[in-house]
C-alpha cells in the first residue's frame, strides 16, 4: 500500500526545511574549510545534512497504509435503538417501530444470519449494553448514541472477534456523527416513516440576553410542519401563564419559520417561557410540540468605576440613570480641581469597601482596579492618567476581560485620553490618524441627527423600545433631542463594529457609538456631547437616556469574568454536560492547585457534589461532568479553595429539559444512517434487501480495504542502526582529519 507521513508538511515546506539542513551544516563546518581540502570539507558538510535529514524524517514519523488482518471470529453484532424515539409508530401500520425492529430481527435476521455466524444482540440508547435476545429492548432509552455504539462495537472487535455490525434504527441520533466512528463495518436497517407524515414541531427555542437589554427582551423559535402546508395556533407561556395566542401560516415539506415574541421578564426571580403548538389528529408525535428557555434570576450587581474629568451635567444625569438600575453598583470619582501645591482634588462617591482605594482618584493596585467589572471614563484628558495606570487600564481590559467605556468631547481632543496607549484598544482612531470629518473642528455642534448602522439595530446596547403612545413603525432613536455635539474622531479600526453615526459640519457621517473586543474584554466609544438633554427634552414616561446608558454599561459588564466563573451548557435530560470552571487570583492569574467543588440541588431539593478536575492543558481550567434524568431548574453551587482557604465563590441556574434531542424531526433519517455505513465500510440496506446481507458481511470482512491500518517504518532497529552509522562515520572522519 501507499507510503505517507503521519505529520505530513506542504510542498513548499520541503524545500525551505532541506535548504535550512544544508545551510545549518554548512554553518557546522563553516571554520574548517581553512584546514579541509574541498573535498574532505564537501563529505563532511553530506553526512551531517544526512544525519539531520533522517532525524527529520522520523520526527515527520513516515508510515505504511496495510490492510488490517482479516476478521478470524464468527460473531456478528446486531444492535437494536433501545431509545424512546423507537416507541413511535411505525410507516406500515400502528406498531410501533420498537415492535416492528423486535420482529425484523426475529424473523428475517436471525433465519437470514444464525448459519453462518454467532449472533449477539445489543441495545443501543445513551450507551451499549448486551441483551439476552430481542425481547429485552424495552424503548425507554432517553437519547440515541448510534456513533458512540459504533465505536464501542469497534473497539470490541478489535482482538478479531466480530466481523460486523448490524443496526437497526429509526437514525433518531440525539449526539452528532463523527466522520469516523469506527472500522468495524456497520450494516444499517431503517424502521419507521421517511416520507410524508403529519408532525409539528417546535425547535431552536432562545431568548435575547436579558442582562444587558433594560425593559424588553425576544424570545425566539423555529416553527416547523413535516408534512403539508398548515396554519397553527402557537402560544407562549411565562412561568405557565398564557400571554400571547397568534396563528402562523407554516409552508410545509419541513420548512422553519422563525417567530419572535417580545416579553418583560421579571428581574427579580428566574423565569421560564415555553412555546407550543397545538396537537392535530394523526400527529406522529406530541413530545416535540413544545420549547422551553430559562431567563436565570439576576446575580450579583456587576461593579462600574466612573472617572470623570470635571464636574458637569452629563454627570448629574448618568448617576441618577444608574442608580436606579439594580443590576450596576457605581463608584464615582471627579476632579474636582487643585490644591495649593498644584495636586487634583476628587470627589469621590459609592461602595465604603471600595472607595477607600479612590481617595487619589484612581484604584492605586491591580487586586483594586480587577474588582471592577467596567471602567468609564469621562471627559478625561491624557494628563489625567499616568502611564502606569495606562498599563493598568489596558491590562484590565486584555487580561482581567473588563470593559471600557470613553465619553465626553475631552476624551476625544486633541490632549484626550484616545491619543494616549489606551487608543489601541478602542473602536475608533484618534483624530488626524485618517480622520472621517477631516474639515471638523474640535466637535460637530451641527447637525446631529442620530442614523443607526445595520450593526447598531441588532446590537442590545442600541435596543429602544417605542414610548407609550408613539408610532412603533417609527425608530426611537429619531424622536430624541439633538444632542449638543459630537466629537470628531479618526476611522475604525479592524474590528470594530459602529453602531451609530452622526453628521459632520459638511453633512459627512462619522461614529457616535463604537464598540471593539480587545484581548478578554470590551471597549465602547461615544462621542456625543450634552446627551443628558435626551432626558431633559422628553416626556418622563421615555426612559430612552437611561434605557442606553444602562445597557452600555450593563454590555462592557456582564461579560467580565468572575474569579470563580462558571461555564455550562442547558442540559439535555440523561446525557451528559461539562462544566467548565475557571479560577484565578485577584489579579486574574489562573490558579493551578486549588480544590474545586460543585454543589448541584436538583429541581426536588436534592443535592450532590460534583469535583472538578483540572485540566491539564489550560492553567487554571477545571472540568466536571453532570448528568440529571430530572426536567427542571438546577442550581449550581461553586466554591474554590487552596490550602483551606476560600478562593471565591460563584452560583449560575440552568434548565434541563427544554428541549428533548430525542424527537427533533421525528422522521427516519436515512441520510444519517447511511453516512454511518458508508464511514465504517458497511452498507444501507432496505427491508427488502436483507437477502444479500451474509453475503455482504463475508465480503466486508474479507476484504483488503476494510480497514487500513499504520505500520510505523522508522520504529525499527535499522533506522537507528543507519542513523548510528552515519553519525558514526562523520565522527571517525573528524578525528582522522584532525578536528575535534
Not at 457621517?509 to 462621542?527: E, K, N, S, Y
Not at 453532570?626 to 478562593?647: K, P
Request: charged share 20%; net charge neutral.
Amino acid at each position: 500500500m501507499g507510503i505517507r507521513f503521519a505529520h505530513a508538511l506542504p510542498p513548499w515546506a520541503w524545500g525551505v526545511g532541506g535548504l535550512a539542513l544544508v545551510l545549518f551544516a554548512v554553518a557546522a563546518y563553516r571554520h574548517a574549510r581553512t584546514v579541509l581540502s574541498p573535498g574532505r570539507w564537501l563529505l563532511l558538510v553530506a553526512l551531517r545534512t544526512l544525519a539531520l535529514a533522517g532525524v527529520a524524517i522520523i520526527l515527520m514519523r513516515p508510515v505504511r497504509l496495510e490492510p488490517a488482518p482479516a476478521a478470524t471470529g464468527r460473531a456478528v453484532a446486531v444492535v437494536v435503538d433501545d431509545s424512546r424515539s423507537m416507541q413511535l409508530p411505525d410507516a406500515q401500520g400502528t406498531e410501533t417501530r420498537l415492535q416492528r425492529a423486535r420482529q425484523l430481527v426475529a424473523t428475517r435476521l436471525r433465519p437470514l444470519l444464525q448459519g453462518d455466524f454467532d449472533l449477539r444482540v445489543f441495545a443501543a440508547a445513551d450507551a451499549l449494553r448486551e441483551i439476552p435476545s430481542e425481547d429485552a429492548l424495552t424503548g425507554g432509552g432517553r437519547g440515541s448514541d448510534l456513533a458512540g455504539a459504533a465505536s464501542a462495537m469497534a473497539e470490541r472487535a478489535a482482538a478479531g472477534e466480530f466481523v460486523g455490525m448490524v443496526l437497526v434504527s429509526d437514525g433518531a441520533a440525539s449526539t452528532p456523527v463523527p466522520p469516523s466512528p469506527g472500522t468495524l463495518p456497520v450494516f444499517t436497517i431503517g424502521v419507521g416513516a421517511a416520507g410524508s407524515v403529519i408532525d409539528r414541531e417546535v425547535r431552536d427555542v432562545a431568548v435575547s440576553d436579558v442582562s444587558v437589554v433594560d425593559s424588553v427582551a425576544e424570545v425566539t423559535a423555529s416553527l416547523v410542519s413535516h408534512g403539508p402546508r398548515d396554519t397553527v395556533d402557537v402560544r407562549l407561556l411565562e412561568n405557565g401563564r398564557p400571554l400571547e395566542v397568534r396563528q402562523v401560516r407554516l409552508p410545509g415539506n419541513s420548512q422553519p419559520v422563525r417567530e419572535r415574541f417580545r416579553v418583560t421578564p421579571p428581574r427579580t426571580a428566574a423565569t421560564e417561557y415555553r412555546v407550543e403548538v397545538a396537537e392535530v389528529a394523526g400527529e406522529l408525535t406530541a413530545a416535540n410540540n413544545r420549547g422551553t428557555v430559562f431567563v436565570p434570576a439576576p446575580g450579583e450587581p456587576h461593579a462600574v468605576l466612573i472617572l470623570e474629568g470635571a464636574p458637569g451635567f452629563e454627570h448629574n444625569f448618568l448617576t441618577r440613570a444608574l442608580a436606579r438600575d439594580t443590576g450596576l453598583d457605581v463608584d464615582i470619582v471627579v476632579r474636582k480641581g487643585r490644591k495649593e501645591n498644584g495636586d487634583p482634588t476628587f470627589y469621590v462617591q459609592g461602595a465604603a469597601s471600595r472607595t477607600a482605594a479612590l481617595v487619589d482618584g484612581f484604584p492605586k493596585t491591580r487586586e483594586q482596579l480587577f474588582r471592577y467589572a467596567a471602567i468609564v471614563l469621562g471627559n478625561v484628558e491624557a494628563d489625567f492618567l499616568s502611564r502606569a495606570q495606562l498599563d493598568m487600564l489596558l491590562s484590565f481590559v486584555e487580561q482581567r476581560g473588563g470593559g471600557l467605556a470613553i465619553i465626553g468631547a475631552r476624551s476625544f481632543g486633541e490632549r484626550g485620553v484616545i491619543g494616549t496607549e489606551l487608543g489601541r484598544v478602542l473602536g475608533v482612531e484618534a483624530r488626524g490618524a485618517g480622520a472621517i470629518n477631516a474639515a471638523a473642528a474640535a466637535s460637530s455642534r451641527q447637525g446631529t441627527r442620530i442614523d443607526l448602522t445595520s450593526a447598531g439595530q441588532r446590537h442590545p446596547v442600541m435596543t429602544l423600545t417605542p414610548a407609550p403612545g408613539s408610532d412603533a413603525s417609527v425608530s426611537p432613536w429619531s424622536s430624541l433631542p439633538s444632542l449638543a455635539a459630537a466629537a470628531a474622531v479618526g476611522r475604525p479600526r479592524p474590528g470594530a463594529e459602529i453602531l451609530a453615526m452622526v453628521s459632520g459640519p459638511a453633512g459627512e457621517p462619522q461614529p457616535l457609538v463604537a464598540v471593539q473586543r480587545a484581548g478578554r474584554g470590551r471597549t465602547l466609544v461615544f462621542t456625543g456631547e450634552g446627551a443628558w438633554r435626551w432626558r431633559m427634552g422628553l416626556p418622563a414616561s421615555n426612559l430612552a437616556y437611561e434605557t442606553f446608558w444602562r445597557q452600555a454599561l450593563r454590555w462592557l459588564a456582564v461579560q467580565a469574568p468572575a474569579r470563580v466563573a462558571v461555564e455550562v451548557e442547558a442540559p439535555s435530560i440523561g446525557a451528559p454536560t461539562p462544566i467548565a470552571v475557571r479560577v484565578v487570583s485577584p489579579e486574574f492569574e489562573p490558579i493551578g492547585d486549588a480544590n474545586v467543588q460543585v454543589r448541584v440541588e436538583e429541581p426536588g431539593g436534592a443535592t450532590r457534589t460534583l469535583p472538578a478536575v483540572l485540566d491539564a492543558g489550560e492553567p487554571g481550567l477545571y472540568r466536571a461532568t453532570l448528568l440529571t434524568l430530572n426536567a427542571g431548574v438546577h442550581r449550581l453551587d461553586v466554591e474554590a479553595q487552596r490550602a483551606g482557604a476560600s478562593l471565591g465563590r460563584s452560583s449560575v441556574q440552568v434548565f434541563a429539559g427544554g428541549q428533548d434531542p430525542e424527537f427533533v424531526d421525528p422522521r427516519r433519517n436515512d441520510a444519517l444512517l447511511q453516512r454511518l455505513a458508508e464511514s465504517t465500510g458497511g452498507t444501507r440496506l432496505d427491508r427488502s434487501d436483507l437477502e444479500g446481507l451474509p453475503a455482504l458481511i463475508r465480503k466486508a470482512a474479507a476484504s483488503p480495504t476494510a480497514r487500513l491500518v499504520e505500520r510505523d517504518l522508522w520504529h525499527n532497529g535499522w533506522s537507528f542502526l543507519g542513523l548510528c552509522m552515519v553519525l558514526g562515520t562523520e565522527w571517525a572522519l573528524r578525528r582522522r582529519w584532525g578536528l575535534r
